[in-house]
């Protein structure tokens, strides 16, 4: 069993930034290549970005490519999102999420957080 919680959420102008984190307890969390989703009211979850198991190979949306960066630190058992230059529509609730492997589709992962809201309004 892994727990995820999810930090870092909040309220910010377009333009600024934010860093997520997300802190996972349990089993070993280097075993587990990471992601972060996001869901949009009255929209689908979609995939973020990708972190696998060493920290050294990430996957990014088209979307927050270039703005958003994915990081983890084994040590502290915790992955990080880094969102820049954010706009209105990347408000939404972010979760991060454990699996086997990469992929973008949500159903892949075994261990979700509970996620935390991120909105962007100026």
């Known amino acids: 069993q892994v727990q995820l919680v999810e930090s870092g959420g909040g309220l910010v102008q377009p333009g600024g930034s934010l860093r997520l984190s997300c802190a996972a307890s349990?089993?070993?969390?280097?075993?587990?290549?990471m992601g972060w989703f996001r869901q949009a009211p009255g929209k689908v979850r979609e995939f973020v970005a990708y972190?696998?198991?060493?920290?050294?190979?990430?996957v990014y949306a088209d979307s927050v490519k270039g703005r958003f960066t994915i990081s983890s630190d084994n040590a502290k058992n915790t992955v990080y999102l880094q969102m820049n230059s954010l706009k209105p529509e990347d408000t939404a609730i972010y979760s991060c999420?454990?699996?086997?492997?990469?992929?973008?589709?949500?159903?892949?992962?075994?261990?979700w957080g509970q996620g935390t809201q991120v909105t962007v309004s100026s």
């Open positions: 999420a454990a699996g086997s492997g990469f992929s973008r589709t949500a159903n892949r992962y075994d261990y």
């Open positions: 349990g089993r070993t969390f280097s075993t587990y290549g």
């Open positions: 972190i696998n198991r060493n920290g050294l190979a990430t």
